[in-house]
């Protein structure tokens, strides 16, 4: 803290001649030109910003950088298990100060503090970097499993209650040791009425009782409540006792719009989905409304309750439900087509069925009720890792050619063992040109192999591709030997306009982005065409298994945005837009090249 003080005090001197007294956010007396760097200070003194003897060199990089504000847009400042304490934090929290003082913080920062010692002591100190104001829409803190208490959630709330904390904020304080005391004060401030328009506030595995949860669901039903406000409570176990409540605040009609609950893990059972089902019917429930139900104990009974609840036509518009993960078997997917073909499902449902052993038959049944000419328009489903095969794929084939498929569809079957035969049934389908506008189809990992990708080169040269469609390819084994087809492709002058094809971790080779330069330098593409062919490098699969380590407790030790996507549609990488009109870096451009996926 001496060292800041002086650091500062030193500045103020060598700017203006005096120091003016004025409190930072921060607590600490800054000058009018908090953080600029003065002439004469001494290079220890700027770098050191009170982190203790034996601090890791990478804090202090993290520290200086942040305090020039030298981070790319939604850069992530990674400091998770690094053993640190809540001086760390302090440090941390006084660069970010330093560098938002002088106009230069970034965009959508991201600081991740998991997996710490931070304790409440630290989380004060993050507290007091939501009440700056400096903070800039989109920022993600992560200070899970770093025994912040009660009383660090107390430290919390203040900062989202203080009207200052930015728009999109993502507050990761899971498995934290906080109980019912804490629920009580972030319960106040999700009541108050001044916390940001699009919170994501996670808090599963913290030591919440049923009255700790009704607390929380109290909040809810304030309204006061931000609008897209996301409540994670994953693994936090919730009684029938707590359903009921839960279910009673979605059905009260007091609920923001874009409500979303994480519930998975959390031992529900097929007894709560009666109270969610008599909420979804009621007509009451918030538009946009996202229910995570992954790993909650269901049987068949269960999700035949929701499914039955979702075609009674009273379920909200944009309606999200996540029962991935549950053993249902083919039996639900003849449920489902039913549903669907009662012509009630809310528009814009997304629904996901990821893992749920529905096998081929059960595929083939929802995709025949496609072409019913019932279902709603922009519908989402997710039926990867199912085991569809040629059943399935023939089916889907049947329903890209009927002309009563929505538009908007969104289909997710990667993880399926389809192999090149799935690319047969598309490309029939798409000369028959009858396929729905704005179709995203996700066929990553599906062993396509460049027998596949012939057939689906030869479909974008035929020229009877929907505009806005998304195909994702990633993962499927793709090979140089493919190139010709798909630099024939790009140069027919017949791709559909604002399409995206996601080629991204197939082992194409080198000579794959100079394919697709040659095209875009020709001007063989049309406006908002894009086509991603990066590889996975060693080193990324190195990082990716490194994450995959660290999270095997069950925790995200990287502050997500908000609402964290269920299945990742494209590649993480920025993909090379074609058209003129589309900047790739935008956060537009993203969101259209990207469709519209469940939240968590």
Not at 188 to 206: F, V
Not at 407 to 429: K, M, T, Y
Request: glycine content about 14%; proline content about 5%; overall charge negative.
């Amino acid at each position: 803290k001496a060292t800041v003080s002086v650091l500062n005090w030193w500045g103020g001197r060598g700017r203006v001649g005096r120091v003016t007294g004025t409190p930072c956010a921060m607590g600490c007396i800054h000058s009018d030109l908090c953080g600029r760097k003065a002439e004469g200070v001494p290079a220890e003194l700027e770098e050191e910003y009170a982190l203790p003897s034996g601090a890791p060199e990478e804090v202090r990089v993290w520290c200086r950088r942040l305090a020039a504000g030298r981070l790319a847009p939604g850069e992530e400042v990674a400091l998770a298990h690094r053993h640190l304490t809540a001086e760390h934090a302090h440090a941390v929290a006084m660069a970010l100060e330093e560098g938002a003082a002088v106009g230069v913080g970034a965009h959508g920062l991201s600081v991740d503090l998991g997996h710490n010692r931070i304790g409440a002591k630290g989380a004060s100190w993050v507290g007091k970097v939501l009440t700056s104001g400096n903070l800039k829409p989109g920022a993600a803190f992560a200070v899970q499993d770093n025994g912040i208490g009660c009383h660090g959630a107390k430290f919390l709330a203040i900062g989202l209650r203080s009207g200052k904390a930015p728009a999109g904020l993502t507050l990761n304080a899971a498995s934290n040791g906080i109980k019912d005391d804490g629920a009580r004060y972030l319960a106040a401030a999700i009541a108050s009425g001044s916390c940001p328009e699009g919170l994501t506030l996670q808090l599963g595995g913290n030591q919440f009782s049923d009255a700790g949860v009704k607390t929380l669901c109290s909040a809810l039903v304030s309204g006061k409540a931000p609008q897209n406000f996301s409540l994670d409570l994953a693994g936090v176990p919730i009684s029938q006792s707590g359903a009921a409540v839960l279910g009673k605040a979605l059905g009260s009609g007091k609920c923001a719009a874009g409500t979303a609950l994480g519930l998975r893990e959390t031992g529900l059972g097929d007894a709560a989905m009666q109270c969610f089902a008599v909420a979804l019917g009621s007509e009451k429930c918030p538009k946009g409304l996202a229910l995570d139900l992954r790993g909650t104990g269901l049987t068949l009974a269960g999700a035949q309750t929701l499914v039955g609840a979702v075609a009674l036509g009273t379920a909200p518009e944009g309606l999200i439900l996540d029962l991935g993960g549950h053993r249902f078997g083919p039996q639900l997917g003849h449920l489902l087509a039913d549903a669907l073909k009662t012509g009630c499902a809310p528009a814009g449902l997304s629904l996901s069925l990821a893992g749920t052993e529905l096998g081929d038959v059960g595929g083939a049944a929802v995709f025949k009720a496609l072409a019913s000419g019932k279902c709603p328009a922009g519908l989402a489903l997710d039926l990867s890792d199912n085991g569809l095969a040629t059943l399935a794929a023939a089916a889907l084939g049947d329903a890209l050619r009927s002309p009563h498929t929505p538009d908007g569809l969104d289909v997710d079957i990667s993880g399926n063992p389809l192999g090149s035969g799935v690319a047969v049934q598309l490309a029939a389908a798409m000369e028959a040109g009858q396929a729905p506008a704005r179709l995203s189809l996700n066929l990553s990992d599906t062993a396509l192999g460049d027998a596949g990708m012939k057939h689906i080169c030869n479909m974008l040269k035929h020229g009877a591709c929907p505009p806005g469609l998304t195909l994702l390819l990633a993962q499927n084994g793709i090979t140089a030997a493919s190139l010709d087809g798909l630099r024939a492709a790009l140069a027919s002058r017949r791709l559909p306009d604002d399409a995206t094809i996601d080629l991204s971790m197939n082992p194409l080779g080198p000579t794959a982005q100079l394919v697709v330069n040659e095209a875009a330098a020709a001007g063989h593409c049309p406006p908002g065409f894009a086509i991603d062919v990066s590889a996975l490098s060693d080193t990324t699969a190195a990082a990716a298994a490194a994450e995959d380590d660290a999270d095997d407790d069950g925790s995200s030790a990287t502050p997500t945005p908000r609402h964290p996507l269920l299945y990742s549609h494209g590649s993480s990488s920025t993909m090379g837009l074609l058209g003129p009109a589309t900047d790739a870096g935008s956060e537009d451009s993203r969101s259209d090249a990207s469709p519209r996926q469940l939240r968590f």
